[in-house]
């Protein structure tokens, strides 16, 4: 089994910009498709909602809500392979 | 010391992730026609890549546009050129007033190799405001132009240029050197120009915009007769024809006007109204209206989220004035889509304005 990090992807902000964790659609456990809705994220212009790059099982959501992250910084880990 | 950030956090949520995370108010939230996905897979990072080896910059990152994910997945960007420091601070706009560097003389071929690298068709170049500069940057925008030009002859070109305070030595540089759009924002309505573009003047946008229609209405008679422009096929072949006659008519086609307003800064109905006839009696054919979204808690204040509805409305009150396109919508910027909004021109094939 492999975790793939997903990290914030950048938003329209310069890189070294951030984002807030609006709410998670998903929480660990949970098994998610590829392109399905991760999490919210809310920037100064915009919502954005954060797609899973993979298939798999949330493994850990490493951003709460409410909390601001980084761009680049991983918001979850997901399972594959399994 | 603890900073800001780690005094917040330390009085609110237990965080999560390290210290480069922090917790902040409930403010900004979004109504739901404000929503962008994400485009998967890792196009933007390829454009990101590019532009930082050619040290391009985009008004697309420096304006913080929450368009960009998308436009970058799609592989296009909006070139932001003459520095990425600007001699205004208007009160819109996420770039920030400082002292303005020396201009990138090799900028113009990186723009032609980033156009070219990035198989744009149609390449929107825009800049900031210049004014320590004596010609404001229509020297360089001009280059630009025909560095790309050049190198692409068949790419569209949209240039959105500052005020140049009016001068219109300035606007016949950028004209001379034959973009197929000239796009000047007028942003906002007379009313808020003091609160919004303190620098700047309404009737000045409207004049610059009114002086290169007039320039191009007199071009339009002798340079490039009536034939119009009725598909893309006829642009290319118009180009490839008149390769000798370039510098009079890159694309043996008309030039056309475009500017842009922002709605959400506290503007009332008939203000927008008057706006969209004030640009159509300056002889504008394309316009965009968009949502304006502050870039920070300390620019101006977002007045109102303007409902899709709304825009759809003034979309067809625009068609009504006469507007050859019109692009009206949250997520509209005078970039977005440029390609598709001047493809949708109802005025294909008719004579010059």
């Known amino acids: 089994m492999a975790a793939v990090d997903v990290p914030l992807p950048e938003l329209g902000n310069d890189a070294g910009d951030e984002a807030r964790v609006s709410f998670w659609y998903v929480d660990v456990g949970d098994k998610v498709k590829e392109g399905a809705d991760l999490v919210q994220m809310l920037t100064d212009k915009a919502t954005f909602d954060v797609p899973s790059p993979v298939s798999g099982k949330i493994a850990k959501l490493l951003a709460g809500e409410e909390q601001t992250v980084k761009v680049g910084r991983v918001l979850c880990q997901i399972e594959v392979g399994g | ?353």
């Open chain 2, 1 to 353: 010391m603890l900073s800001r950030e780690s005094k917040m956090s330390a009085n609110l949520r237990e965080p999560i992730v390290g210290d480069e995370t922090k917790t902040t108010t409930k403010a900004g939230r979004f109504p739901p026609w404000l929503r962008k996905r994400i485009p998967a897979g890792g196009e933007a990072r390829e454009v990101r890549r590019l532009l930082a080896e050619l040290g391009l910059a985009t008004v697309c990152a420096g304006a913080h546009c929450p368009n960009m994910p998308e436009c970058y997945a799609r592989g296009t960007a909006a070139f932001l050129i003459l520095g990425n420091s600007c001699t205004r601070s208007c009160r819109f706009c996420a770039i920030e007033k400082r002292a303005p560097g020396a201009l990138r003389e090799d900028e113009p071929e990186a723009v032609a190799q980033a156009t070219a690298r990035l198989k744009l068709r149609h390449v929107v170049i825009t800049s900031v405001t210049r004014d320590d500069l004596a010609d404001g940057g229509a020297g360089h925008f001009a280059r630009t132009i025909c560095a790309v030009r050049e190198r692409l002859p068949h790419v569209v070109i949209e240039v959105l240029t500052p005020d140049f305070q009016g001068s219109h030595a300035c606007v016949d540089t950028v004209l001379a050197a034959r973009p197929d759009i000239f796009n000047h924002n007028v942003e906002t309505v007379p009313r808020l120009y003091a609160a919004v573009r303190p620098e700047a003047d309404y009737r000045r946008s409207l004049d610059v915009l009114a002086y290169a229609k007039s320039r191009l209405a007199a071009r339009g008679g002798d340079q490039c007769g009536t034939a119009g422009l009725s598909s893309r096929g006829e642009l290319a072949e118009a180009s490839t024809a008149g390769q000798a006659s370039r510098a009079t008519s890159a694309c043996g086609h008309r030039i056309y006007t475009k500017s842009g307003l922002m709605l959400g800064l506290g503007e009332a109905a008939d203000e927008i109204r008057a706006c969209l006839a004030d640009l159509r009696a300056a002889g504008c054919d394309i316009v965009t209206i968009g949502q304006y979204l502050a870039p920070s808690a300390s620019h101006h204040p977002v007045a109102r989220f303007v409902n899709p509805a709304e825009f759809a409305a003034w979309e067809a009150e625009a068609r009504t004035l006469g507007f050859a396109a019109v692009a009206s919508g949250p997520f509209v910027r005078s970039s977005y889509q440029a390609e598709s909004v001047f493809a949708s021109r109802e005025d294909q094939g008719r004579p010059p304005a």
